[in-house]
């Protein structure tokens, strides 16, 4: 029954892909760390923990489970016997600085990662290691959610180049693996941030490698997050049959095989890459599927963080550019109206983009005043961050349209002198 399961605990360790001999690897890691002998848990200990035998695990263990966590035992769902006490994570604690460090800095334009040097860092590596690059990653995407990629490169390289050093100290093969995952997850969110900021050129080459380090893993996710972003550079690029050929490998990675969420991703992709080719019959065939395979997707369950962005939302995004594409800019504009109805509040760039959108088809359909309103959010949704490359090069396809769909060259003017300063400073 629910109330005989710790389910908090539970859902963490699936959020983190993380076995009980590997959480009990990790506490006594942190244990080691903060009192100069391992700890003693054991797989055991934790299958206790999870079925609620063990209500309050003993205070070194609780102390390194926040540690290893970043939650306090209460929030894993432990209930402390008679008065609860709160419990402080470990001060001198190099990876808990860390965390608090980079939420810090998340908050700031830099947003860089802030590694320990090499002398910090024990010479056995664990799954405690990979725990803490993995939050960093999270904490990278999140970040772009907000504000959009560009000035995330230099952090994610840097987050690529730690795990690889890490890797060469593994304990573990399968360590060892998920490091070489983690370095490729970095290495795609670079490539990201050049494609976002519409520096392309050294995109491709960031995707070269994270294709090489999702290989050395074997992880079919980091695969299809790397052709997933092949296929959006190359439809930048205006290469549609390249943006086809990388949507397809996509959809031929083992995840995508087995999730339908993967599987509905890269129809959708495909189905962009179709619409920009003039095939418009190919494209409306990947956009059913895609909507067919997310009706069977379990949304409830955790997602890795590349593409936590993608849901109900995301593909009322990709419809709407599908739809205006193949001209169909009535159903792209009601499109887009549920994506934006959807779309979280933490995705202001996506809801930024999905804007710019949203005006094209208005433009599209002759509604020439509503649509340089709707164009005008754009800068308020984006306001206080730098404008990204994709909006900006999108804007610059609906002030081309306006000019050729206006009655007059007056409206168009008037439009690109009421946004020059906004547009300009982005």
């Known amino acids: 029954m629910a109330e005989n399961k710790n389910e908090s605990l539970a859902v963490w360790m699936s959020e983190h892909q993380m076995s009980a001999a590997e959480l009990a690897q ?51 769902g432990f209930l402390p016997r008679g008065k609860s006490t709160t419990l402080p994570v470990h001060p001198e604690d190099p990876d808990v600085r860390r965390r608090q460090f980079f939420g810090a800095a998340a908050s700031t334009a830099a947003a860089a990662i802030p590694l320990s040097p090499p002398s910090a860092r024990p010479s056995r590596v664990g799954t405690s290691d990979v725990i803490r690059l993995r939050d960093d990653v999270a904490r990278l995407v999140a970040l772009d959610a907000q504000r959009g990629g560009h000035g995330l490169e230099q952090a994610a ?50 995707l070269d490698r994270a294709l090489t380090l999702a290989g050395l893993a074997q992880d079919s996710e980091m695969a299809m997050q790397v052709w997933n972003l092949r296929a959006m550079l190359a439809r930048q690029r205006r290469d549609y049959a390249e943006a086809v050929a990388a949507s397809q490998a996509a959809q031929a990675t083992a995840i995508a095989r087995r999730s339908p969420l993967h599987t509905s991703l890269a129809h959708a992709r495909t189905a962009v890459g179709f619409a920009h080719s003039g095939d418009a019959r190919a494209a409306l065939g990947y956009l059913s599927r895609a ?15 590349w593409i936590a962005f993608y849901g109900p939302a995301e593909l009322h995004a990709l419809t709407a550019i599908v739809r205006d594409v193949v001209g169909q800019p009535a159903q792209a504009e ?28 208005q433009l599209h359909q002759g509604d020439i005043e509503q649509a340089c309103a709707t164009s005008g959010e754009v800068f308020t949704i984006m306001a206080g961050a730098p404008l990204p490359g994709r909006i900006r090069m999108l804007l610059g396809d609906f002030q081309r349209d306006l000019i050729a769909r206006a009655p007059s ?3 168009a003017n008037e439009w690109t002198d009421r946004y020059r300063t906004e547009w300009s400073s982005s």
């Open 26 to 76: 990790a506490v006594n890691a942190a244990i080691g760390k903060f009192s100069g002998r391992p700890g003693t848990t054991s797989e055991r200990t934790v299958f206790r923990w999870l079925s609620r035998q063990n209500r309050w695990p003993q205070h070194r263990q609780r102390l390194a489970l926040e540690i290893v966590t970043g939650l306090t035992a209460k929030d894993l």
């Open 157 to 206: 390289l840097d987050g690529a180049t730690e795990a690889l050093r890490l890797q060469r100290n593994s304990t573990t093969q399968r360590v060892r693996q998920r490091l070489f995952a983690l370095a490729a997850d970095f290495t795609a969110t670079a490539a990201w941030s050049l494609i976002d900021a519409g520096r392309l050129d050294g995109a491709g080459r960031h």
């Open 291 to 305: 909507e067919d395979a997310l009706s069977k997707a379990d949304l409830t369950q955790p997602k890795a963080a």
């Open 334 to 361: 009601a499109a887009a109206h549920r994506a934006l109805a959807a779309l979280p509040k933490t995705y202001r760039r996506n809801r930024a983009h999905t804007t710019a959108r949203l005006a094209l088809t």
């Open 409 to 411: 060259a007056h409206i």
